[in-house]
């Protein structure tokens, strides 16, 4: 099988791994913050200062996607009893994320149509389902069902070489973040952004190192304890980096030649605060080994990591269902997002975790397990 596969053979696997707990519960956490920030030219109107105080909130959540990615990646290889049975995991994978995709999106679509949003069109709900269209946030579903089928080909191919896998991944990366840059500087015309959220290839360098990671997890953690104090100055740098990385973007007329349409469609902020920016790149991996060299959530309060775990289960359910949630209440019903409030931005983050913390508990209380997990994929 390899040489990287049977150097694990006398490794200790610990069934739960506390800081990946509370990375699971940041990356959530990261991505409710993204959603409320996101409608950036909204607090534009407020003034330099707030505006840009709202850009750092929003970069430093910017390292949630490829995490999630990276815990994919790495509990695939963690557990070595997975490449056993590699069919019989795919399956067990595909069981916990595909059904509740399915009920939260019909549920969400036909909500729409309800209200009047949309029209009922059977083909393009087809189209968004295969998509992960019917809300913003769902193309993570789509992705993350490729990388599955794609570490099952691996598994039943025999190819267990993760570091041949990882150099290969991260030519890729290189050459898809240079097509950015060549987009950005009008050296090349660059297509619809959009399309790179649902397709692998620009998010494999993640996915990959959590493969590399859990195969080699013991090891490279022990190195990775020693090196916090640089880990939290890499982190800061390479934040400071993403956020004059956007300022440069996003202050400089540089794509309107290309594509007059950019004004309107948005196009040149998603670019600028996209995760496939160098420093946010960098800033993603740097965040990931800080937490991990931490190595447990024994430093927090019990209650605290408690908190942490219980979010860190629930974190597939929320990110079904805290978007709508955001968009339905707090911006169409209560107009909050993007009024420029450090104060109301706090209190719809608290007030969407929790309304999606109560449901997700409720639906598992009431509902039958049988039926629960099918819901909300735990």
């Known amino acids: 099988m390899g040489a990287e596969k049977m150097s694990r053979t006398n490794q200790t696997i610990q069934t739960r791994l506390p800081e990946f707990d509370l990375l699971r519960s940041l990356a959530i956490i990261g991505v409710v913050i993204i959603h409320i920030t996101a409608p950036l030219d909204l607090y534009a109107h407020q003034g330099v200062f707030v505006y840009y105080l709202f850009v750092s909130i929003h970069l430093a959540q910017r390292f949630c996607v490829p995490v999630f990615l990276i815990i994919s990646g790495f509990f695939l290889t963690y557990k070595i009893e997975n490449q056993q049975n590699p069919t019989l995991i795919l399956k067990k994978r595909l069981l916990r994320i595909i059904p509740p995709y399915l009920f939260w999106s019909s549920f969400f679509y036909f909500l729409d149509v309800v209200l ?20 913003g946030s769902y193309y993570f579903v789509v992705l993350i ?3 599955y089928v794609l570490w099952w080909l691996l598994s039943k191919l025999k190819v267990w070489n993760y570091t041949k ?11 898809i973040t240079s097509y950015l840059y060549y987009y950005l500087f009008q050296v090349h015309y660059f297509p619809v952004i ?8 620009a998010w494999s360098f993640y996915f990959v190192l959590g493969l590399c990671l859990g195969n ?35 202050g400089l007329n540089l794509v309107n030649t290309i594509n007059p ?28 080994l800080l937490i991990i060299s931490f190595h447990s959530t024994n430093f927090l309060p019990s209650g605290v990591t408690q908190i942490v ?46 309304i999606c913390y109560g449901l997700i508990y409720l639906g598992c209380k009431f ?12």
């Open 367 to 378: 509902l039958p397990k049988k039926y629960s997990r099918y819901v909300f994929g735990l």
């Open 194 to 201: 959009d399309l790179m959220y649902r397709f692998i290839a």
């Open 116 to 135: 009047g949003e949309r029209n009922f069109n059977l083909f393009l709900l087809l189209k968004d389902l295969l998509t992960g269209s019917v809300v």
């Open 309 to 354: 775990k219980k979010i860190s289960e629930y974190s597939f359910a929320i990110y079904l269902i805290h978007q709508p949630i955001l968009w339905k209440l707090f911006f169409r019903v209560f107009n909050l997002l993007g009024t420029g409030s450090l104060a109301s931005f706090l209190v719809i983050l608290v007030l969407d975790l929790g």
């Open 145 to 147: 069902i490729q990388f």
């Open 261 to 288: 349409q950019t004004e309107i469609t948005g196009a040149k902020l998603e670019t600028a605060i996209s995760y496939w920016r160098i420093s946010s790149q960098l800033y993603s991996v740097a965040f990931f």
């Open 216 to 250: 080699n997890y013991e090891k490279i953690k022990r190195i990775i304890q020693k090196l916090k104090f640089p880990l939290v100055l890499m982190n800061l740098v390479f934040l400071v980096l993403s956020i004059i990385e956007f300022y440069i973007i996003d």
């Open 165 to 175: 896998l990882l150099m290969i991944s991260l030519g890729i990366q290189i050459i």
